[in-house]
């Protein structure tokens, strides 16, 4: 199986090149490609599949979609589960069709389990993701360890919970995940913790469903991104911080546009038999 190594502010993924839609891929197989010790290492797993090849009735999403989209990125987490949306793969994905000639620099839409989304991006550089609105639905809750966050329900296309804290954020322990609500969150939640840091500048860490603590997510930052500019008559362009760097988060009516890097690493062929 030929793959890709990439990252956007190191929330990595394995691309795996699959036009004909010929790959028969198990959350089983996921779960070995992502593993960190066993695998090759990845917060997720990224198919490549023309919309067309794409098998749209098993992954649950739109027969029309189709319409005006040549690619489908089929996302998955590293515990082999299926996502809706993925801001920061989504750029890793738009940068590997341009490096693969697969597509030409420019403007056009992906099909993804939660729509079409825009791509922009040149022949090398960061690219820009239209992300669709970001709703924010209304309170929710988290806790870590005997600690309860207060947050806001998001819905990205993804589920979110965009928890706003006073301390560093740096002091908040993600080695396992916040607990939840399951009659809130019935498909489980992507949860944020998030920080003013200067003028429309936020700082964010995340615990990602199916993922685990993860140095960056996209869908992640939008939301945080929504929350903080809430009331706002001009929400306008803001900068998120996470551990793995730096994005910015343009906001206007109903719509949400994610730019950031989008970076391939590796390249390579896992060994016959092995997956
Ligand atoms: N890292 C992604 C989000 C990936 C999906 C998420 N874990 C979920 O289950 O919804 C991003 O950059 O948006």
Redo the contacts with the bound molecule.
Sequence with gaps: MRFVKGHGTE?DFVILPDPDGALDLTPEAVARLCDRRAGIGA??VLRVVRTKAADIEGAGIDPDIDAGAEWFMD?R?ADG?I???????MRVFARYLVDAGLAAPGEWDVATRAGLRRVTLGASGDVSVEMGPADVLGPGEATLADAVFQGERVSVG??HLACRVDGPLAALDLSRAPGFDPAVFPE?V?VEFFRTVGERHLEMRVY????GE?R?????TVAVAAVAARGMDEPGEWTVDVPGGRVTVALGRGTSRLTGPAVLVAEGETRPGWI
């Excluded at 960056?216 to 992640?220: A, I, K, L, N, V």
């Design positions: 929330n917060d997720g996302y987490n589960g996502a809706e949306m993925c801001g920061n793969g993804n589920p489980g992507n990602e469903r199916g993922s993860t960056s997510c996209g869908t992640g």
